[in-house]
């Protein structure tokens, strides 16, 4: 498949949420507008040398290395450019500082709108630039999923070894199946039931609240403690069959990487290699302590959330919590510091079990290609204006409206792949490290 050359187009409104992170909705920070122009400029700058490397392995490239030190002159001679490279490199460059220049435009606009954006937060307005299919050539549009957008057509690409760097999202969807609440489901999500467990909240996210945390530190300790999120693995909760696609990809070397906003470390216990994941939320392997950034021995910080102490510090006596990215952190750098390739490289991108509500994570799903297929498997209908689904144009996004167990199961076994896929299931049931080792202790 010809490569998507106009894209992946850089979603823009990701910088104006940067400071958001375990978290509901992105309005309801308001984020000063000096912020997001700094952030642009920034932006720029790290453009403008990601461009200035697009051109200058292209000028090096018509240079041949030479084996004979006294080519070295003739060598340089060559790798001169001609008139015509001369030029095209010129307008490679003014193409260059234009797409800055607008993208600067774009940036402070946006920034701009941003602070709007956070007053009419009820609104809940997507600042999402709209995808418009015509804009695609219809030819290339066939050529996505032969003009048949189904589950069908994305696992004959599946089977047939087209897609080569397959990017999994995932979200807290994923482990409903295994016992472990979401936030937004009606009746059973954390939202709804943080009310009655925890009255000391002012709201459900104070819990993910940094702020909150350093005053009340109780609540999101006893919810620790019951959904075991703090040290490696989880004694209390076991992977769904949903979590294993990513191994089953990884397994068939098709799988890029994984980018779950779970906190729940269920994806790490199937077996998928750590280098393949990105926890885009952070997680409970380690902990640190929320005053002087000191990293903790994470089973220590474990063991006194399950005695029902408050973890402290062993530098500065400040509150310790598990690396879980709270409202008011930042991101974890392993997103910042993969995503941009990742999701250029995506030949397919498989979302599951998540209202795509928080951002910046919900805006990746952007960030693939015009021409890079789009599976959605949830259980309710996601933001319409994230993808194509009720567009009659529609040539690249699938919505399998299912559970995410039932939604995998169904693709595996349309690509041939259900033997193996039990066997994987099968013989991963119980590799928690915390399960053995609790086993181990009760011998
Ligand atoms: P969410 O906003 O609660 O959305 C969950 C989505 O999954 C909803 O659209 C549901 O309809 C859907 N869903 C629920 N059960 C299933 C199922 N069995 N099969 C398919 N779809 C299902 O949660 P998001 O993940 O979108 O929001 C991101 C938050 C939630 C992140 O910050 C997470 O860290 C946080 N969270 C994580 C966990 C966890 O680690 N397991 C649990 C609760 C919340």
């Known amino acids: 498949m010809e490569k998507d050359k106009a894209s992946p187009k850089r979603n823009d409104t990701e910088k104006l949420t940067k400071q958001v992170s375990f978290s509901d909705e992105i309005i309801e920070i308001p984020i000063p507008v000096v912020d997001q122009i700094e952030q642009s400029s920034a932006d720029i700058t790290n453009e403008w040398k990601a461009s200035k490397k697009r051109i200058e392995p292209a000028a090096a490239k018509n240079a041949e290395p030479s084996s004979k030190p006294g080519e070295k002159v003739q060598e340089e001679k060559e790798a001169t450019p001609s008139t015509e490279e001369k030029v095209a490199q010129s307008l490679d460059s003014l193409n260059a500082i234009d797409i800055m220049w607008k993208k600067f435009q774009n940036d402070f606009d946006k920034a701009i709108g941003g602070l709007v954006g956070s007053i009419g937060k009820s609104m809940g307005s997507p600042q999402l630039v709209i995808e418009d299919p015509e804009s695609v ?29 397959v990017v999994v999202m995932t979200g807290a969807g994923m ?15 954390l939202y709804t039931t943080l009310k009655k ?12 609240d940094l702020s909150y945390y350093k005053e009340t530190p109780e609540p999101f300790c006893k919810l620790c403690r019951e959904l075991d999120l703090c040290g490696v693995g989880n004694a209390n909760y076991k992977p769904t069959k949903a979590h294993y696609l990513s191994l089953l990809l990884a397994k068939k070397k098709i799988l890029r990487r994984t980018y779950t ?3 729940d470390g269920l994806d790490l216990v199937t077996g998928l290699p750590q280098e393949l994941l990105v926890e885009a939320h952070g997680g409970g392997r380690s902990a640190s302590c929320v005053e002087c950034g000191e990293a903790q021995d994470v089973e220590q910080v474990r063991k006194v959330i399950n005695e029902k102490g408050i973890p402290r510090c062993a530098k500065c006596s400040g509150i310790c919590k598990p690396d879980i990215t709270f409202f008011g952190e930042e991101l974890p750098k392993r997103f910042a510091e993969l995503k941009e390739d990742d999701f250029c490289e995506c030949d397919l991108l498989i979302v599951m079990g998540t209202s795509l509500q928080v951002v910046p994570f919900c805006h990746l799903v952007a960030d693939v290609g015009r021409l890079i297929p789009r ?12 993808f194509l689904f009720k567009h009659e144009k529609n040539y690249r996004d699938v919505f399998e409206k299912s559970t995410c167990d039932a939604g995998v199961q169904r693709l595996v ?14 013989s991963n049931v119980e590799k928690s490290p915390r399960l053995k080792r609790k086993k181990k202790t009760k011998k």
């Open 375 to 386: 599976l959605v498997i949830n259980l309710s209908e996601i933001r319409d204006e994230l």
């Open 197 to 208: 467990s925890y009255p000391e909240l002012n709201r459900p996210e104070d819990i993910f």
């Open 413 to 426: 076994d349309l690509c041939g792949w259900k033997s193996s896929f039990a066997k994987l299931t099968k």
């Open 175 to 189: 482990s409903t199946a295994a016992g472990i609440p979401d936030f937004r489901s009606p009746d059973k999500g």
């Open 261 to 263: 906003q779970n906190i």
């Open 137 to 165: 050539n219809e030819q290339d549009r066939l050529e996505v999923l032969n003009g048949n957008p189904t589950l069908e057509q994305i696992s004959m690409g599946l089977k047939s070894g087209r897609y080569k760097n």
